[in-house]
């Protein structure tokens, strides 16, 4: 055990989550605990075997969706964002985190001290969830995925525009895209229909259950099929999402002719797509880029920021630049290379037959 | 600057080679001169601004970003001039300061074009370099920085050859890509006149005072038990080097290997060589301890040559301990006069009338193989073991030097590679169609210890049935993963065929093969009876 900051002596960093320990919670935490606090549904964030989840509805939902937790146990209880809870007399709060459907950043005031803990964000528009919202704080714990300058995220547009205009340049092959199942394929879709792309698009088998879950949520994804009841010729021309992971594997000789492309923030280097095999990159993220992170560290203006997975060196030295209290937070099990979703699609994959029933 | 930068990036993330074509053609035909002329030379690696350098590129980035971040990010890229496009800070949004104005978007502006950029890197100076890049990265996009400093540091990194572009030439205005490489060095970027001839709007330049490149005759492998009338062939030995021509026109001289890259600067005691006007063909060697039969043909392995290979500059040492020389197979100009359309027969004769006029040691004559008999021919080919002997050649007396591989014309007959059973280590993804298959193996053969030492590695010899079989076979036995490679079971015997093997530093085994590729598997042989590295090592020579 480490005690991180001698103002928060009640918030302790341990390798596999932060721990309340006024209120027995754990935020994120990468092992089975009694109480758990969830940000959101990612496999990095959200584990099974927790006794209790806290938690937005929508992460609720998605982690019964995947883990079989169980919405109406009377153990669990859902948080609509502004709303919390209050336990060891650590008052919770759930606040929205703009990363995907039902993310959250969770605020803890604890004896006059406010501390935030992001989860992941990002401050673009998403279609699919509800922006980032500032929320003043002592003590700012922050993500730090894309912590370094070089990190800009081109807008959303441009990129979907790249999908729109290479699906259109050869009408005899398939585009191919590899997004993660939960979040990015759903935000793909909900962008493509909102630039004026209304034909089908064709789904790997794993990403189709969390997709049913966002159009339950209000979320309009338009007209959806399964690869593997469609016929090879139909899909020329079109778009097609799978998990990153199965971009190149044996599922993907079903296709047309694919040129494969791949929507992550991690696209912006250029030897990193070519390294992943990629012929069309998307720079599309659901984490903050540089400018974000620093804009809303400015933003939210705390005393001290916490910074947790990620490039921590390059946020840590901004904020040295800036006269800044800011350390690095080491928690494990967080998947920075695969933006935090490699995880998921890795277990996605492995369950496509399940998924059909 | 633009379309350049579009181009070269969709260039990096293309890997089928008939797209890449496909894509430089288009650009070739859609962008005028001469900015497409500036876009080959920079594709064919023709540009050099020697006051532009990475140094010169960090300490213009320290002006922008802090020091420590700008090493984090560098680390994280992999690549100065990617890291430094991303850096650089976006100029302000043009567009919305026009809209403010009131003006046309588009018309107060004048895109910055590739020649304008090469204009400005060529008037560079070491005093206003700085200056001068710092003032174009101002006015383009990421995309464009990074086109940007590439063209201006060289070493594009996209994946093509400078003969791909030249066939991306040929393709776009369907010219002979014979005439397209004979060309391409009597010309100076931005190669207007090339293009001129192209688009048919001159005729087919002649450059014969110019010291160019001829494209080379090349060869078809002959196949087995097929026997050639040696009335009609000659036989020569095929020997272990590089295949290189050498040309001098005028004052100057050139040496080109056998794709046409200039690689004079690597052998300079060549281009010093000739006092008269000839372009020959040759195999260029380095001198060695007493191998290819009699002292004076005595040749090097090939190992030797690579010592010599690749080197910007070279020592005084390196040109004393590996002196090179060029084994001369033919003549194909000479004081002016084209040979090449002469049968070989006229050829050689004027090629042996002049090699004993040449410096001795650095030229000689490739010797013809003395016998009327195939028969005889094929034992005395079986009996070459010397290392810088690769095979035979045999040549039809009554044809012309023409560019390329003729049938009927000129045959190569190697010898007998040699084969080992080997046991399969690593599997690794292939690129392209194979993309979705494990298709490079590496492979190992066992130490005194009995360990498995990895060997080579290969991913040709197989066909697409015995690759779906290999692929199963590693997805079913992985034992570990890193990244894209896959650690399997070592259970597997390849049978390995290569063309010789050397003594390497750089594998632990201290061994490395010449062109192995994968001739069988076999799933009847256990492992343990694979061959061991010291079977191995009495094949090195």
Not at chain 1, 120 to 136: G, I, L, M
């Amino acid at each position: 055990m480490l005690l991180v900051h001698s103002a928060s002596r009640w918030l302790e960093s341990h390798p596999h989550g932060l721990y309340v320990r006024p209120a027995d919670v754990w935020i994120d935490p990468a092992r089975p605990v009694a109480f758990a606090a969830i940000t959101h549904g990612h496999a990095d964030h959200a584990r099974s075997g927790h006794g209790a989840v806290f938690a937005t509805p929508e992460t609720l939902a998605i982690m019964a969706l995947r883990y079989g937790v169980d919405v109406d146990s009377s153990d669990n209880a859902a948080f609509a964002y502004s709303e919390g809870f209050t336990r060891g007399g650590v008052e919770f709060r759930f606040h929205p985190a703009g990363h995907v459907l039902g993310s959250a950043q969770i605020s803890m005031i604890y004896r006059g001290e406010r501390v935030v803990v992001t989860g992941d964000y990002k401050r673009r528009a998403d279609p699919t969830c509800k922006a980032f919202e500032v929320v003043p704080c002592d003590i700012f714990i922050t993500e730090a995925t894309f912590g370094l300058p070089v990190f800009r995220h081109p807008p959303t547009g441009d990129e979907i525009q790249k999908l729109i205009t290479a699906a259109a340049a050869e009408p005899e092959r398939c585009v191919l895209v590899g997004a993660y199942a939960l979040g990015k394929a759903q935000r793909v879709i909900a962008e493509l229909r909102q630039a004026g792309w209304h034909q089908p698009i064709y789904l790997h088998g794993a990403m189709e259950r969390m997709c049913a879950l966002y159009q339950d949520y209000g979320i309009e994804l338009g007209a959806l099929r399964r690869v593997a009841d469609t016929e090879k010729a139909e899909m020329a021309g079109q778009i097609i999402l799978a998990p990153p992971s199965a971009l190149h594997d044996r599922w993907s000789r079903r296709l047309p002719d694919p040129v494969t492309a791949m929507a992550s923030g991690w696209m912006r280097v250029r030897q990193r797509a070519r390294q992943r095999m990629v012929e069309l990159p998307l720079i599309l993220s659901d984490h903050a880029d540089w400018d974000e992170l620093t804009q809303t560290i400015a933003e939210v203006n705390p005393e001290e920021c916490w910074i947790t997975h990620g490039s921590e060196d390059g946020l840590i030295r901004w904020c040295e630049l800036h006269q800044r209290k800011a350390r690095a937070l080491h928690l494990i099990g967080r998947d920075v290379e695969g933006e935090g979703e490699t995880a998921i699609a890795e277990y996605e994959v492995r369950t496509p037959e399940k998924a059909k029933g | 600057m633009k379309p350049f930068a579009a181009l070269i990036d969709r260039l990096i993330y293309t890997r089928s080679r008939n797209r890449k074509l496909a894509l430089i053609a288009d650009y070739l035909k859609r962008i005028p001169d001469p900015d497409r002329g500036w876009a080959m030379a920079a594709l064919t690696e023709s540009l050099d601004f020697p006051p532009i350098k990475a140094t010169m590129i960090r300490r213009l980035l320290a002006t922008w970003v802090d020091e420590q971040l700008f090493r984090l990010s560098r680390q994280f890229v992999g690549d100065t001039a990617e890291t430094a496009a991303l850096l650089w800070p976006e100029g302000p949004d043009l567009s919305d300061e026009l809209g403010r104005d009131g003006q046309e978007i588009g018309e107060a502006t004048e895109e910055l074009t590739i020649s304008a950029v090469v204009e400005q890197l060529s008037g560079a100076t070491r005093a206003n370099a700085a200056e001068i890049v710092a003032h174009l990265l101002d006015q383009l996009d990421a995309d464009g920085r990074y086109a940007l400093l590439k063209l201006a540091l060289g070493g594009m990194r996209v994946g093509v050859s400078a003969r791909l572009a030249k066939q991306a030439f040929a393709q776009a205005f369907d010219v002979p890509i014979d005439d397209v490489e004979e060309f391409w060095h009597a010309i100076a970027p931005p190669y207007d006149a090339l293009f001129a001839w192209g688009e048919g709007r001159s005729e087919r330049p002649s450059f014969d005072h110019l010291p160019f490149f001829r494209p080379f005759m090349l060869a078809h492998p002959l196949e087995d038990g097929v026997a050639l009338d040696l009335n009609h062939y000659a036989a020569e030995w095929k020997w272990d080097g590089i295949r290189v021509q050498l040309v001098r026109s005028g004052s100057e001289v050139r040496l080109f290997s056998r794709g046409g890259e200039e690689i004079g600067q690597s052998f300079p005691e060549l281009l010093s060589a000739l006092d008269r006007d000839m372009v020959l063909d040759g195999e260029l060697m380095v001198r060695g301890e007493g191998q290819g039969g009699d002292a004076q043909d005595a040749a090097a392995s090939f190992n030797a040559l690579q010592q010599r290979l690749g080197r910007k500059s070279v020592t005084k040492k390196m040109l004393a301990d590996y002196p090179a020389f060029v084994r001369l197979y033919d003549v194909l100009a000479l004081d002016g006069a084209d040979l090449r359309p002469l049968p070989w027969t006229e050829r050689r004769q004027q090629l042996e009338a002049l090699a004993p006029t040449l410096l001795p040691h650095r030229f000689d004559l490739s010797r013809l193989i003395a016998t009327q008999d195939f028969a005889a021919l094929a034992q005395l080919r079986e009996g070459a073991r010397d290392a810088a002997i690769e095979g035979v050649m045999l040549k039809r007396r009554d044809a012309p030097y023409v560019a390329g591989r003729r049938a009927g014309l000129w045959y190569k007959w190697k010898r007998d590679p040699l084969t080992a059973d080997c046991v399969m280590m690593y599997a690794q993804r292939g690129n392209g169609r194979r993309a979705s298959f494990y298709s490079d193996y590496s492979f190992g053969c066992w130490n005194e210890d009995g360990e498995l030492l990895p060997v080579g590695k290969a991913y040709s010899g197989f066909t697409d049935q015995e690759l779906k079989w290999l692929d199963r076979f590693v997805r079913d036995h992985t034992v570990n993963r890193f990244g894209p490679v896959r650690e399997v079971e070592k259970t597997l015997v390849l049978e390995v065929a290569f063309d010789s093997i050397h003594h390497s530093k750089r594998h632990k085994s201290g061994l490395a093969m010449r062109f192995p590729r994968i001739v069988r598997i076999r799933r009847d042989k256990p492992a343990a009876e694979a061959d061991h590295i010291a079977t191995l090592m009495a094949l090195v020579r």
